[in-house]
């Protein structure tokens, strides 16, 4: 494996704090919400 895998766990965390972020932004009434990706 490679220095830029991402296990199982790391991949979940990342979601997780992806969906927070979108639940934080429709209780807001959000127009838009920019979500970026880590590139490591």
Do not use: C
Not at 22 to 40: E, H, M, Q
């Amino acid at each position: 494996m490679g220095p830029k895998h991402w296990t199982n766990g790391r991949y979940e965390y990342v979601m997780k704090l992806k969906q927070a972020a979108l639940n934080f932004a429709k209780k807001r009434w959000a127009d838009y919400i920019l979500v970026g990706t880590p590139s490591l």
